[in-house]
């Protein structure tokens, strides 16, 4: 399987592919929240990669949040070759609507995801993958700090090719 499959997994299949572990998590939150495992750290297995979330006193809300945030970890980190050829059709219907997803919407971290492989593949110059998009520079820009995840990985790709930090 690569990233795209595993994006594309129904939470249960996702979260089956990672060892789940709960601990108690430190700090505020009263009595139950010292006393019970509540916090999830996921690691996928695959890759390695791994998330935790704490914040809820319940380990259900917990599992979810970490859920989410392997999706974005999967998509944000995980990079993979670009095709020379056609756009894939989930990116081209992204570039017709200027780049203008919801970070709500189910398509958003696929598009990310292909957006982030693009710059990678441009050696992190974010105006040439814009011209390759087809889109003004500063659309991709607005689109890459929908979220500070998406932004802080797109800073990563520009530190991995020697260029500076964009504003």
Known sequence: MNRDDWLALSDERLLGSCHEDFYRASGPG??????TESAVRL????????VVATESRSRQENRERALRRMREAIAFRLRLPVSESDLPPILMQAVA???RVSKRHESFLMTSALILDRVDHDQGKVSMTADQLSVATSSLVRFL???????EATQ???DK???????
């Open 145 to 151: 700090k929908t979220t500070p995840e998406l932004w």
């Open 156 to 158: 990563q790709l520009r």
């Open 97 to 99: 609507q200027g780049l």
């Open 30 to 35: 009263g009595q139950k929240r010292n006393k």
């Open 161 to 167: 090719h020697g260029l500076a930090h964009l504003r």
């Open 43 to 50: 690691r996928h297995q695959e890759t390695g990669l791994i």
